[in-house]
């Protein structure tokens, strides 16, 4: 099983989509499914860093009077 800091965040997602599925099914055994939820819980806060790190790049572009590009500005999501 590949560590968890060396996946992508589609990786990241795709597996715990997985493991959303598995816990839903209600096929796995109490000790698997307390492992299941902890890798769960590990993929999810990669998945929200990987995001967190994306937001922090973004930036607008800024227009001038006559619409011509003018420059970058940080996004805000607000």
Same mark, same amino acid.
């Given at each position: 099983?590949?560590?968890?800091?060396?996946?992508?965040?589609?990786?990241?997602?795709?597996?715990?989509?997985?493991?959303?599925?598995? @816990?839903?099914?209600?096929?796995?055994?109490?000790?698997?499914?307390?492992?299941?939820?902890?890798?769960?819980?590990?993929?999810?806060?990669?998945?929200?860093?990987?995001?967190?790190?994306?937001?922090?790049?973004?930036?607008?572009?800024? @227009?001038?009077?006559?619409?011509?590009?003018?420059?970058?500005?940080?996004?805000?999501?607000?």
């Amino acid at each position: 099983m590949k560590p968890v800091s060396e996946m992508s965040f589609e990786e990241a997602l795709r597996e715990l989509e997985q493991v959303v599925g598995q @816990l839903e099914s209600g096929t796995v055994d109490l000790e698997n499914s307390i492992k299941i939820y902890e890798r769960g819980a590990d993929l999810k806060k990669h998945c929200e860093a990987k995001l967190a790190q994306a937001q922090a790049r973004i930036e607008q572009i800024t @227009l001038a009077e006559g619409g011509q590009p003018a420059g970058t500005a940080p996004f805000d999501a607000k």
